[in-house]
């Protein structure tokens, strides 16, 4: 059995590059494989179909916390190929830079059942968190994957803007959606 990804939405708002992450994970490990919880009931629909979607958190609902994962960059283990988990549970914010640990204020304290797992030290974007957990999961050991810290988008000729997170390097270029360098250089402010 595949796990089920858990994504819990941590931000006020669902705003548009939540969107674009969602649709990312979704198509990582398939809208079977992908909830949604602490989600606006007026947001719902707009997640549907990317994942099931719950209203309420997943400090409410009942799973088996002996088969659940928190990732978590400031747990003391790493994620290995060879562990099996029901269940993987992600923050759905954004990160700060400098990280505030806020994985561990807002979801890991409320676990202590649940193995608490990281993909390594630095902040990944949650669809590339959740892209490195699906690659352990499926064999790939961590230290086998190459990385980019610190992504830089240009938005025009003079301006650009850097993203302060880990990205995995797939097929030679950093793991960015298209569709958010697309939205970053559409924003009207930073």
């Not at 089920?4 to 079977?32: A, M, N």
Request: charged share 30%; with cysteine; glycine share 4%.
């Amino acid at each position: 059995m595949k796990p089920l990804f858990i994504i819990e939405h941590l931000e006020p708002r669902l705003w548009p590059w939540c969107i674009i992450e969602y649709k990312s994970i979704s198509r990582v490990i398939g809208r079977k494989n992908t909830w949604f919880t602490n989600i606006n009931k007026k947001d719902a629909n707009k997640l549907s179909k990317y994942g099931r979607i719950y209203t309420k958190s997943i400090k409410k609902l009942k799973i088996d916390m002996n088969k659940t994962c928190v990732l978590d960059p400031e747990a003391k283990q790493t994620l290995k190929p060879q562990e099996n988990f029901d269940y993987l549970i992600f923050g759905g914010i954004l990160g700060d830079n400098p990280p505030q640990k806020r994985t561990g204020q807002t979801l890991t304290r409320f676990f202590s059942k649940a193995h608490k797992r990281n993909i390594g030290k630095k902040q990944f974007s949650t669809d590339n968190a959740v892209y490195v957990a699906h690659q352990i999961i499926n064999r790939k050991k961590l230290k086998d994957m190459a990385f980019q810290d610190n992504v830089e988008i240009p938005i025009n000729k003079i301006e650009s803007v850097i993203l302060p997170y880990r990205y995995p390097i797939v097929r030679g270029k950093p793991r960015i959606d298209s569709k958010l360098i697309k939205y970053l250089k559409n924003k009207k402010e930073f």
